[in-house]
């Protein structure tokens, strides 16, 4: 199982204080020692943490594979297709919200996405879809000519949160009528839905990853998911960095995808 690391909250710690540390460049060399397999950001439209100028060095300096999260928005396709990182994985993006709610419907968007993708290949970069558990999303995926998916586990990831805490957090207020055996049903749901939609995905010929909310407790389960083949997993691995660094951070991730828990 390949372990991405999405670095953009390194900017946006670094970003509340609008000074130039901590450096996301920084965390390169200690991903790779602690074992990670790529390095995952998003260059969001209103560039709230990652910015062009990391962009272009991270790419530039990088010797893990890089995996740009972007939008369909022709401008910042442009962008990425002069960066020219190893992966574009398209999601959708809404100005207002706290993280990325939800996959791109690549239907309702299909011909935006279908020209990214062209735009994206052209420039010999290989291009990821982060879409539902859908049928539908992954066969137009595959129909546009997409080399992978990215599975959204963020559903998964809110019940699980709900299912394990009794804290008024923003997810849980989602779940917050629900009882618990009816929310270890859907939970149940959830991961069924992931799980076909992965064998789907592969039984076609793409690649799969899951990312989105997964922590070192969630993640076990997904483990069980044998279609998926990579991970990108951000926010739990720098809130854990906080306290062990960031190497043990993702080091005790890495082991427990590779089964050490
Ligand atoms: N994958 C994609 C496509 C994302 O948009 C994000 C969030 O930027 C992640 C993975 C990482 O999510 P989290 O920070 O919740 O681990």
Do not use: W
């Amino acid at each position: 199982m390949k372990l991405g690391v999405n670095i953009d909250h390194i900017a946006t710690i670094r970003n509340a204080r609008k000074i130039n540390e901590p450096d996301p460049l920084m965390a390169l060399e200690i991903l790779k020692q602690a074992g990670a397999n790529q390095v995952t950001m998003h260059l969001r439209e209103d560039r709230r943490h990652i910015n062009d100028f990391d962009a272009k060095r991270i790419i530039e300096s990088s010797f893990l594979p890089v995996n740009m999260e972007c939008s369909i928005n022709e401008e910042i396709i442009d962008i990425i297709c002069s960066l020219k990182p190893h992966r574009a994985t398209l999601v959708p993006e809404k100005r207002e919200e706290v993280t990325t709610e939800g996959g791109l419907d690549v239907i309702k968007n299909e011909k935006r996405v279908k020209k990214a993708i062209e735009k994206l290949h052209a420039n010999d970069i290989e291009v990821s879809m982060f879409i539902d558990a859908d049928f539908e999303q992954i066969k137009k995926s595959k129909e546009l000519n997409a080399e992978m998916i990215e599975l959204h586990t963020g559903k998964y990831a809110n019940i699980f949160l709900a299912l394990n805490t009794n804290i008024n957090l923003t997810p849980n207020k989602l779940y917050k009528n629900i009882n618990r055996m009816t929310l270890k049903k859907e939970l149940k749901t959830e991961f069924n839905l992931l799980k076909d939609a992965a064998k789907l995905a592969k039984d076609i010929e793409l690649e799969v990853a899951a990312g989105h909310g997964l922590n070192y407790q969630n993640v076990i389960e997904i483990l069980k998911i044998n279609e998926i083949t990579e991970l990108n997993i951000g926010h739990s691995i720098i809130a854990n960095a906080i306290f062990t660094g960031l190497f043990e951070a993702v080091k005790k991730m890495k082991d427990i995808i590779n089964g050490k828990f």
